[in-house]
């Protein structure tokens, strides 16, 4: 089994590593209230400002023993994954180095996945394209035995067409040959549908993302996240929030960014959107800008999620429960 050192220093190229619904797929229907916990380290980037290997695995280990109630780190792994299944990690890289899932925090989770029984040959590690995993640190390889590390540039996408609602696309070769998707967004403000994600991520698995973002990209978000092989597979959500970006998303701000120093995970996609919008609203308060309401852009698809017709999850803070912590 590949290391998480190892795995480290082959990704890194030259340079530092800067109560639900029954409808609610998956394990979380079982529960009164859609957990959602985010942990947060301080010194995650000490001693410099690139994140520190060793505090991001425990970071993550951390959260997933806290979501799971698990004694050990691989537990949770064992409860979202079986041996033979092939997994995949759907990152959002689109931002670069700066704002993307970090090489440290996909080299845990592969670790963990490898000692959760999932042969490293049986990892794909993904997004919708190549060239934006390279630009977020990462090394493109598709060598038997080895994690996997593609584009769906290059993998292709299905010949037949899906439809769901105001949804019709192809999906991603990557998302149907997986059994389960962890889903690895990152927090962005959204010019146009106010906060980017959980379920916006999913417009990187299919081949006509630029088709969906009229009306605030309201049903269409909802919608796609309701396609079975979309809603079935997406079995985990582990989000970065190492930086984010408040305004002027979903490109990389330097200007609109912080350091939030933490991982947020959770099943629930709606209420995660939901969570991740809260925090997005109290920095832009501290910022002194408008609500994202107030801006023109309405959270209007995290309702539409968590309406009658798509019950993907709960948007409701009242049934959200949600553990903060931190590491000291």
């Not at 549908?193 to 973002?213: E, Q, R």
Request: proline share 5%.
């Amino acid at each position: 089994m590949q290391s998480r050192r190892e795995f480290v220093k082959e990704m890194v190229a030259g340079a530092a590593v800067l109560g639900v619904g029954t409808n609610f797929a998956w394990g979380q229907g079982r529960a009164a209230k859609s957990k959602v916990v985010i942990v947060r380290d301080a010194k995650l980037r000490t001693p410099g400002p690139a994140p520190d290997e060793k505090r991001v695995a425990a970071l993550l280990d951390h959260a997933m023993q806290t979501y799971f109630n698990a004694q050990n780190p691989v537990q949770p792994w064992k409860q979202i994954v079986r041996p033979g299944q092939v997994v995949s990690l759907k990152l959002n890289a689109m931002g670069g180095r700066a704002i993307a899932p970090s090489v440290a925090l996909v080299a845990a989770i592969c670790e963990r996945l490898q000692q959760a029984g999932i042969k490293a040959g049986d990892i794909i590690v993904w997004d919708r394209g190549g060239r934006e995993l390279e630009s977020a640190g990462f090394k493109l390889s598709n060598a038997p035995g080895s994690v996997r590390f593609l584009g769906s540039d290059t993998a292709g996408y299905e010949d037949a067409s899906v439809s769901y609602g105001s949804v019709t696309t192809r999906l991603a070769k990557i998302l149907t040959q997986s059994d389960v998707v962890i889903n690895m967004p990152v927090l962005k403000s959204h010019n146009i549908v106010g906060v980017t994600m959980a379920m916006k991520n999913m417009y990187g698995v299919i081949n006509n993302p630029s088709t969906m973002h009229g009306t605030a990209c309201n049903p269409y978000i909802a919608d796609l996240n309701m396609i079975p092989q979309v809603r079935q597979k997406v079995r985990f959500v582990v989000g970065d929030l190492k930086t984010a970006v408040y305004e002027g998303g979903p490109s990389y701000r330097p200007e609109y960014s912080w350091n939030e120093d933490g991982l947020l995970v959770g099943e629930d996609r709606v209420a995660i959107d939901t969570v991740s919008a809260q925090i997005v609203e109290r920095k832009r308060a501290e910022k002194g800008l408008p609500t994202l309401e107030q801006k023109g852009t309405p959270l209007t698809y995290i309702a539409t999620a968590a309406d009658a017709q798509h019950r993907l999850g709960t948007n409701d803070p009242a049934r959200i429960a949600l553990i903060e912590q931190r590491i000291a």
